[in-house]
């Protein structure tokens, strides 16, 4: 059965940090391009941030870049999302989705909200 878990949200001031965690089971964690997007009321799911399956390359929206660090742990079959200086526009729900281009598989979490909120 395949799994993609998030944890880590929560409320925090502006400012402040979190750090986002998405562990997977039940498909091959490494064959996968890992994401995160983020989806606030009333507006539609962005992408936010993206890693390839070697960790080598990185992709952040304009709105993150410089203050979001996406990683993943292959063995820990794990990708994280530190999210600093966050700001309250920050605030949606944030999802991990991992895709495979070449089988056309795709894989969504069930999302953790960040309220960033003084």
């Known amino acids: 059965q395949v799994q993609l878990v998030e944890s880590g949200g929560g409320l925090v001031q502006p400012g402040g940090s979190l750090r986002l965690s998405c562990t997977a089971s039940g498909f091959t964690f490494s064959n996968y391009i890992m994401n995160w997007y983020r989806q606030a009321p009333g507006r539609e799911r962005e992408l936010v941030a993206a890693?390839?399956?070697?960790?080598?390359?990185?992709n952040y929206a304009d709105s993150v870049k410089g203050r979001f660090t996406i990683s993943r742990d292959n063995a820990k079959n794990t990708v994280y999302l530190q999210m600093n200086s966050l700001k309250p526009e920050d605030t949606a729900a944030y999802y991990c989705?991992?895709?495979?281009?070449?089988?056309?598989?795709?894989?969504w979490g069930q999302g953790t909200q960040v309220t960033v909120s003084s």
């Open positions: 890693i390839a399956i070697t960790s080598g390359n990185t």
């Open positions: 989705n991992a895709v495979d281009y070449i089988r056309a598989y795709v894989y």
